[in-house]
T-cell receptor, first 111, second 122 residues
Framework: EDKVVQSPLSLVVHEGDTVTLNCSYE??????LLWYKQEKKAPTFLFML????IEKKSGRLSSILDKKELFSILNITATQTGDSAVYLC???????????FGDGTTLTVKP | DGGITQSPKYLFRKEGQNVTLSCEQN?????MYWYRQDPGQGLRLIYY???????QKGDIAEGYSVSREKKESFPLTVTSAQKNPTAFYLC?????????????????????FGAGSRLTVL
């Protein structure tokens, strides 16, 4: 059974701090790892990672995948209150055609 | 604008009643999914469908049923057999759901979500 574990489960920081969110996984036929941001209701897509060592970057957010050690990190630099959200990590199983999600990391950024 | 519409946004149900949650997409996506989210937890897959007239059970299918008669629609019925139905339900779609036929670099497996339906059992 595919499994995704995220850590920490929750995190409280102040504006301007840098945070690192972790995602480790076990999947029988890895296709890709995806990060989503959920602010209120609908999760929105952030990154998709398929290859080790290649950093994906979007503004203050970046993510990298290590397929040997089976984990990914999501970095957010110079955090803002608008970054407060639940960050979800998911892995795709090639054979199953579906994504398995972790429990998410709840990030709270205080002014 | 293309997207996924879920209805109703809020629903109250008495114990013993079946309820149906609607999910409609106009993205021309092949695959559709239903996830359940409980407080402080991630998304757990209930059912998914990769093509019309076909669907598969996810990890927590007991007490739920679905149909996929049209590409655009994937309604979820929460039956009275579901012992703890109070939760937030998210519908999603992706361009393709079937492994092996997907060019991963195309982003075909990226999920687009609806705004969710919150079901409360009284």
């Amino acid at each position: 059974e595919d499994k995704v574990v995220q850590s920490p489960l929750s995190l409280v920081v102040h504006e301007g701090d840098t945070v690192t969110l972790n995602c480790s996984y076990e999947v029988t036929n890895f296709r890709s790892l995806l990060w989503y941001k959920q602010e209120k209701k609908a999760p929105t897509f952030l990154f998709m990672l398929t290859s080790s060592g290649i950093e994906k970057k979007s503004g203050r957010l970046s993510s990298i995948l290590d397929k040997k050690e089976l984990f990914s990190i999501l970095n957010i630099t110079a955090t803002q209150t608008g970054d407060s959200a639940v960050y979800l990590c998911a892995v795709d199983n090639t054979n199953a055609g579906k994504s398995t999600f972790g429990d998410g990391t709840t990030l709270t950024v205080k002014p | 604008d293309g997207g996924i519409t879920q209805s109703p946004k809020y629903l109250f149900r008495k114990e013993g009643q079946n309820v149906t949650l609607s999910c409609e997409q106009n993205l021309n996506h092949d695959a559709m999914y239903w996830y359940r989210q409980d407080p402080g937890q991630g998304l757990r897959l209930i059912y998914y469908s990769q093509i019309v007239n076909d669907f598969q059970k996810g990890d927590i299918a007991e007490g739920y049923s679905v149909s996929r008669e049209k590409k655009e629609s994937f309604p979820l019925t929460v039956t009275s057999a579901q012992k703890n139905p109070t939760a937030f339900y998210l519908c999603a779609s992706s361009i393709y759901g079937t492994g092996g036929l997907v060019r991963v670099s195309s982003g075909a497996n990226v999920l687009t979500f609806g705004a969710g339906s919150r079901l409360t059992v009284l």
